[in-house]
Nanobody, 112 residues
Framework: QVQLVESGGGLVQAGGSLRLSCAAS?????MAWFRQAPGKQRELVAQ???????NYAGSVKGRFTISRDNAKNTVYLQMNNLKPEDTAVYYC?????????WGQGTQVTVSS
């Protein structure tokens, strides 16, 4: 069983920055951040593939950076130049042993 513990959400003004963290209970290559805004479907924000390449949604490319600390089994999402449309609950995701695992979610609110 994989446990994912997220932290780092909050309220920030447009143009500001936040960093989200997701600590996994085991070492996992395929980890990602998703988000879900009210009334919308959950969408992929950024990910590490199984070969540790990175992919980003077009809407965040150039503003968000996914990174990892393998010694801590932790993945980060650095979010810069935040916009009101980035407001959502952000979820950490891990794909491990043919299953998807999800964190509890952390709220990010960007005020205009």
């Amino acid at each position: 069983q994989v446990q994912l513990v997220e932290s780092g959400g909050g309220l920030v003004q447009a143009g500001g920055s936040l960093r989200l963290s997701c600590a996994a209970s085991v070492s996992i290559n395929r980890m990602a951040w998703f988000r879900q805004a009210p009334g919308k479907q959950r969408e992929l924000v950024a990910q590490f593939t199984s070969t540790l390449n990175t992919n980003y949604a077009g809407s965040v490319k150039g503003r968000f950076t996914i990174s990892r600390d393998n010694a801590k089994n932790t993945v980060y999402l650095q979010m810069n130049n935040l916009k009101p449309e980035d407001t959502a609950v952000y979820y950490c995701n891990a794909y491990y042993s043919f299953k998807d695992y999800w964190g509890q979610g952390t709220q990010v609110t960007v005020s205009s």
